[in-house]
């Protein structure tokens, strides 16, 4: 059976100068198939919302629909290192509700670690949730539960203010626990900066090929997704239309007659109709 993964091991991998790849998670038949492909870390996102659920973003996804997805993302991968996102109001009201709802990941659903948005000001709550036994994994620059404050999506930290307000941030995060951090959506060589800066990993999305790992909504890999597709998104394949064309075929030979044809029936006595007296 293999190994799962663990905050130290992923910890490790940075300091051997090895690449993380994480991918999101929403249900146990992508959880298997994505854990069979050897993907470091599966993320759990919010992003759920969007690609799953059909909100219009990521803050209506509720705590109770995370725990459903991350529970069955456990049952789908059981031996895969799983991250928890803690939703919009999970853990801004009190540190006490974050470590509740951190706690939840950990006991109901059976994730690793947990996310979430946030520079300095989530700090205080991240030491609360390392001191509670909640590993945290940070997420700055462009953070989609507070997109509106950010002037919506788009690429943060091109000033040098705000720049070095990433930079300390990250220090922040790193100094208050956190075991790794997520870079949304900055110019390469501020996720160069803040990768060589901290001893964390670093783990971008739109963020360049400095970071330590890489993290994709996999719909967005699979080109599963196409509502909204970020320019840093490399799709690997097009399943999109794959889908269109075998769902059309269904149709027309359902509505043709010719399927199910014998090879996909189940046969029977040839006079049945006899035999039922009919
Ligand atoms: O919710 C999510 O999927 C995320 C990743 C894109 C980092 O936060």
């Given at each position: 059976m293999q190994k799962r993964n663990t905050v130290a091991g992923i910890m490790a991998m940075k300091k051997a100068g090895e690449k993380i790849t994480m991918l999101t998670a929403y249900d146990a038949a992508m959880a298997a198939m994505l854990a069979a492909s050897d993907v470091d870390m599966l993320l759990v996102g919010d992003s759920l919302g969007m690609?799953?659920?059909?909100?219009?973003?990521?803050?209506?996804?509720?705590m109770d629909e995370m725990i459903h997805h991350a529970s069955a993302v456990r049952r789908g991968a059981p031996a895969a290192f799983v991250v928890g996102d803690m939703p919009f109001g999970s853990y801004q009201s009190s540190r006490r509700d974050a470590i509740l709802n951190g706690g939840r990941f950990l006991?109901?659903?059976?994730?690793d670690a947990i996310k979430l948005e946030g520079g300095r000001e989530v700090c205080g709550t991240v030491t609360a949730l390392v001191r509670a036994g909640i590993s945290v994994m940070g997420h700055i620059g462009l953070t989609p539960q507070t997109a509106t404050q950010l002037g919506g999506y788009k690429v943060q930290g091109r000033d040098i203010e705000s720049a070095r307000k990433m930079v300390e941030d990250a220090l922040a995060l790193e100094k208050a626990g956190a075991f790794a951090l997520v870079l949304e959506c900055i110019p390469d060589e501020l996720g160069r900066i803040i990768t060589e800066e901290i001893s964390i990993p670093t783990i971008g999305i739109g963020a360049g090929?400095?970071?330590?790992g890489q993290v994709l909504v996999t719909h967005d890999l699979l080109g599963m997704f196409d509502k909204f597709i970020p320019?840093?998104?490399?799709?690997?394949?097009?399943?999109a239309p794959a889908i269109k064309e075998a769902v059309g075929e269904y149709n027309e030979e359902v509505r043709s007659g010719s399927y199910p044809d014998k090879e996909h029936s189940f046969s029977s006595e040839s006079n049945l109709r006899k035999l039922l007296g009919l």
């Open positions: 690609v799953v659920l059909g909100y219009d973003s990521t803050v209506s996804v509720t006991k109901e659903a059976g994730c090929v400095h970071c330590d320019s840093f998104v490399k799709s690997y394949c097009k399943l």
